[in-house]
C-alpha cells in the first residue's frame, strides 16, 4: 500500500511538472522524454524507500 501511495503522488508531481511544460511551449517530444526518465526515478526511489528491510 505504501508503493501504491507513493506511486500516486509521484504520478501527480510529475503531471503538474508536463502540464507546466506544456503551458510554457516545451516541444511534446521533450516533454515525453522528460516524463518518461522522471517516471523510471520515481519508480527506482519508491521501490527503494518502500522495500522492506531484511531482519539481521
Do not use: C, E, H, N
Not at 9 to 37: D, K, N, S, T
Amino acid at each position: 500500500m505504501s508503493f501504491a501511495l507513493y506511486m500516486v503522488g509521484f504520478v501527480i508531481f510529475l503531471g503538474g511538472l508536463v502540464w507546466g511544460a506544456f503551458v510554457l511551449g516545451v516541444p511534446q517530444v521533450y516533454i515525453g522524454i522528460g516524463a518518461l526518465i522522471i517516471l523510471g526515478i520515481g519508480i527506482f526511489s519508491a521501490v527503494s524507500r518502500t522495500r522492506s528491510k531484511d531482519p539481521s
